[in-house]
């Protein structure tokens, strides 16, 4: 491969690095080709981009970007798949759904939410980080669930004051 090959593909991953938001670092050699046709499948379905990358051309591009990615430099060894993804725990709902059936792909790592996970135990970890929207639903019960109460509240006196009333007039 000559140098401005690889620089093609360095400045792509780096682009690619400031477009989305969240990658995964996986593992998917010995993956034969109906199992990995059925990965990138399953990836293509839930918006999710799957490129095998070189562990050098990688690492170049991660010392490009803007983002501390240092705690991912020594997990860059044998085959290295990066997975794209905009959502969070996308990634990692399809490796768990994925290896029900396989034995890979792996987890390396990831980067998600400004935060780096290393390490195939984070896989659980990662499936349970809520996405932005899920937060701000979660925020949205939460600051509803007061006013629930006051409406509620003030709805059972309504009740109770209008049967008072209602008593008072019959009595005259």
Known sequence: MRREEKN???????????EY????LTDTAQLNA?????????????DIKLIVVKNTLLRKALEMSEGNF???????????SIMFTQTGNAPAKLIKEFRKAHDKPVLKGAYVQESVFVGENMLDALVSVKTREELIGDIILLLQ????????????????????????????
């Open 70 to 80: 240092e705690e991912l430099y020594p997990i860059l060894n044998g085959t290295t």
């Open 34 to 46: 109906a199992d990995t046709s059925a990965l990138r499948r399953k990836c293509f379905e839930n």
């Open 145 to 172: 669930s007061p006013a629930k109460n006051v409406v509620s509240a003030l709805q059972s006196g309504g009740n109770k004051l209008h049967g008072v009333l209602e008593t008072l007039s019959k009595k005259e």
């Open 8 to 18: 093609a593909i360095i400045n792509s991953l780096a682009e690619k690095l400031k």
């Open 21 to 24: 938001s969240h990658f995964y």
